[in-house]
């Protein structure tokens, strides 16, 4: 019986270390996501400023 308890305390605790592994990658992934997703954005905006830019010395 208390081998069979110490197997489950074992189990438990690699389950348990999977889930936070699991955790701090998901958190990880939205971190970059949201890095991505804001350089995405300044290069729209960058590219709005030098349309505006070339279209005011166009004229």
């Known amino acids: 019986m208390q081998l069979i308890l110490s197997q489950l305390e074992s189990l438990l605790a690699l389950l348990l270390s999977i889930l936070d592994w ?10 970059l996501w949201s890095i991505c997703i804001l350089v995405r954005r300044k290069i729209i905006q960058l590219r ?11 004229w």
Do not use: E, K, M, Q
Not at 22 to 31: A, Y
């Open 22 to 31: 699991l955790v701090l990658s998901g958190n990880v992934f939205i971190r």
């Open 48 to 58: 709005c400023v030098f349309d505006l830019l070339f279209s005011y010395y166009a």
